[in-house]
């Protein structure tokens, strides 16, 4: 059996993976990307002196699918866990770095609306209605957490507008609770007894409620970083994709450009005119798009939309404390403050180990997303000048510490999950099942933006292929 995995991003990579762990000798899998490295947005560079760079995703939180992955790879003994003082987060609340969620500022405007939370008049959405984040929390707590709590959130990790992004596709559980318990303090509350109640109990946790990974021998590393709440490897996140690449290097085609799937006739997929039994493909959704053109109109892709970044990686000379002196992962920024970048992550804090026992301090600005379309324009000049005020204004940095900047236009970057994204999923996944059912999807342009997201998925995918490759097989 032949199956084509299409991107070598980390939802490519995973699926490659988990096809040969599913399949075995009984398929030839072939992995086609179109650049000339595997990785995709996960790109971890050394910069001067060795000081690790992280261009993309910087850290994991612990997810069942991801721990497999490594620990089937052999590198889950490679994993180190943030700093203890990274669980430290801040907003910028006028002008003002604040602790999340433990300080005044914040506490002022987030414990009325737990404590009284707001009843709900009139009858529930719909288990198929969708409504925004912004809507949502507004409607169930207040603007304040919706504007100073959530707003935040969101940017860091969708770069999303509240007002535009689907409540079903991102906070789908906190949706669940609503409509299960009527009240979402009662519902979190009672979550958290839960938990208490099964504490000991692994697999009851949240973080690996993951199926797959029931039954799975759990060593102590694995047990650890089920603890921490983020992790990475002494040289940034790209040891995953790295040694995904080492360990499938005969499996990989570089510059590889896919143009054309189409339906092949006599069963099974055409991908750039070679059969395959299987195709997944891992290509951000313009690709795929362009791909499938042929035979899919541009009706079943509509509505997809991205936002693109602009990300600054700022090495300053002297050690972290001497330069920022406040621990903590980073701060995030409400769009209401109405400040040009969306927030700074203080990456000698949070993993001093890729420091490299320099005596250095690394730090990313995030700027742009979908609040701030026009950010690619920007020249590099401006992109420093808003870094270096940003960073005065809001770190007390000393700006002429900084001893190197590096700058990364990050085109549709991170796709938006606007109102109505599952069902635009959805109305997708049919139209390919109808016109070329060997194609699977998997990647961030439709299942989720995290890394643990995109994993998760392409070892679902891998295995519902091997049950279906199965099902098929002459007894
Ligand atoms: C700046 C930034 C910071 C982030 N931070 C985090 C974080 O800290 N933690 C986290 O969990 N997530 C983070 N994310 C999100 C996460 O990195 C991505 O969602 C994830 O890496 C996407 O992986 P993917 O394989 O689905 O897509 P991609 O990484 O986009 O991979 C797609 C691959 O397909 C290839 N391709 C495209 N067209 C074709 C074609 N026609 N033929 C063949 N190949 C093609 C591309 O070259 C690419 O290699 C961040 C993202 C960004 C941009």
Known sequence: MKIAVLGGGISGLSALH????????????????????????????EARKGLVIEAGPRSLRPHASTLQLLQDVGILKDAIPANKAAKARYLLIDDKLCNAPYSK????????ALLHERKQEGPLFGASMDESVRSFFTRRLSSDVADYVVDPVVSGIWAANTEKLSMQATFGKLRDMEREYGNLTRAVLSRLRQEGR??????SSTRTADPIAKGVEQSDQ????????????????SHLPNTLYGRYSSNLQFSNPIEVIE???NGGVRVNGSHFDYAVSAMPRRSLQAAVSKTVGPQA?????????????????????????RPGFGHLIPSNQGKDILGVVYDSCVFPEQDRGNRNTRLTVMMGGDRRPDILSWSDEKVLDVVRSALKEQLNVDTDRISDTLIWRHVDAIPQYDIGHLDRVRNLEFHLRSSIPGLSLVGNSFYGVGVNDCVHRAKSVAEDLSNRALALTPK
Do not use: C
């Open 18 to 45: 988990f096809l040969n762990k599913a399949f075995g000798d009984a398929a030839e899998v072939t992995l086609f990307e179109s650049q000339k490295r595997v990785g995709g947005w996960i790109q971890s560079l």
């Open 105 to 112: 500022e914040v506490l002022s405007r987030v414990l009325p």
């Open 198 to 203: 099964n504490h000991d109990d692994a697999e």
């Open 222 to 237: 694995w047990k650890m970083l089920l603890k921490t709440p983020i992790y990475s490897f002494p040289g940034g996140l």
């Open 263 to 265: 339906n092949d006739r």
């Open 301 to 325: 892709f509509h509505g997809f939309r991205t936002a693109s970044l602009v990300v600054v990686n700022v090495t300053l000379e002297k050690r972290y404390k001497k330069n920022i002196g």
